[in-house]
Nanobody, 115 residues
Framework: VQLQASGGGLAQPGVSLRLSCLAS????????IGWFRQAPGKGREAVSC????????YYSDSVKGRFIISRDNAKNTVYPQMNSLKPEDTAVYFC?????????WGQGTLVTVSS
């Protein structure tokens, strides 16, 4: 059972990046998926989440209007599309999957926004 976040890298302010959270060893279909980030020297922040049926999404105030979360259950993957990136978006981004009492965390992917 594994969750793997990927797609991070170095980006200039204003551009877009799309991260991925790929599940292996289990199906994401029944799971709510959350994205979190941790900037250097700061605590972990909840950024976005999407329910299993996609009816409900959540965005923190810091990313609302810029990030869009979606999921492709056929590919067992959840995608946060990050637009209009800002230097303050620099962080390690993590995903987790939650269903009933099952919670899985993935390893993070580093996003650095700098000119």
């Amino acid at each position: 059972v594994q969750l793997q976040a990927s797609g991070g890298g170095l980006a200039q302010p204003g551009v877009s990046l799309r991260l991925s959270c790929l599940a292996s060893g289990f199906s994401l279909e029944s799971y709510a998926i959350g994205w979190f980030r941790q900037a250097p020297g700061k605590g972990r922040e909840a950024v976005s989440c999407i329910t299993s049926n996609e009816e409900t999404t959540y965005y923190s105030d810091s990313v609302k209007g810029r990030f869009i979360i979606s999921r492709d259950n056929a590919k067992n993957t959840v995608y946060p599309q990050m637009n209009s990136l800002k230097p303050e978006d620099t962080a390690v981004y993590f995903c987790n999957a939650v269903f009933a009492f099952n919670i899985y965390w993935g390893q993070g992917t580093l996003v650095t926004v700098s000119s």
